[in-house]
T-cell receptor, first 111, second 116 residues
């Protein structure tokens, strides 16, 4: 079993839809959770960074962490074609520990 | 803020030659940088941790003599792929964090290496 599980997609939605992206994990020591967006042939871009459980909102993006269920989500409101990319979840424990990535979910937003 | 610059963005080289990739933190100092490799439609695989002023730490299965890492200053780390072979063709990405260990990583835009 992988430490972090993420559906590779692709997830296809029409413009304006609410998108829900999710990751599950098995390591209860993970405390820091990140979402990255990666366009084709580019490096990952940090979207959201949260610590422990709870919600965090930034513009059209909302990140949720449920540590009791070992489940994290990224919601995108009013999705745009420019949101079409691969979304990677990543997480780590405290201190100098490696960042563990999900495999990424490819999102396609059609006009 | 927290910009990581990587150069070149793509490179083509002949089998047997060496290629150097540079990673710079533009607006912060980074005592630690990380080098990743990404195959098509796959996630990032950590290759090594680059430590300023000391030897890099390589992940299991990564050949340290093939992937030479130098972190000579607080803003520059280099990855040299020595005696490149076609199977080394991949997307190499560096990252760094402007803060403490628990700060999020910021990534460069990657280098696409093609070995012919």
């Amino acid at each position: 079993q992988k430490e972090v599980e993420q559906d590779p997609g692709p997830l296809s939605v029409p413009e304006g839809a609410i998108v829900s992206l999710n990751c599950t994990y098995s390591n209860s020591a993970f405390q820091y959770f990140m979402w990255y967006r990666q366009y084709s042939r580019k490096g990952p871009e940090l979207l959201m960074y949260t610590y422990s459980s709870g919600n965090k909102e930034d513009g059209r993006f909302t990140a949720q962490v449920d540590k009791s269920s070992k489940y994290i989500s990224l919601f995108i409101r009013d999705s745009q074609p420019s949101d079409s990319a691969t979304y990677l979840c990543a997480m780590k424990g405290t201190g100098f520990q490696k960042l563990v990535f999900g495999t990424g979910t490819r999102l396609l937003v059609s006009p | 803020g927290a910009v990581v610059s990587q150069h070149p963005s793509w490179v083509i080289c002949k089998s047997g030659t060496s290629v150097k990739i540079e990673c710079r933190s533009l607006d912060f100092q980074a005592t630690t940088m990380f080098w990743y490799r990404q195959f098509p439609k796959q996630s990032l695989m950590l290759m090594a941790t680059s430590n300023e002023g000391s030897k890099a730490t390589y992940e299991q299965g990564v050949e340290k003599d093939k992937f030479l890492i130098n972190h000579a200053s607080l803003t520059l780390s280099t990855l040299t792929v020595t005696s490149a072979h076609p199977e080394d063709s991949s997307f190499y990405i560096c990252s760094a964090s402007p803060g403490a260990y628990n700060s999020p990583l910021h990534f460069g835009n990657g280098t696409r290496l093609t070995v012919t």
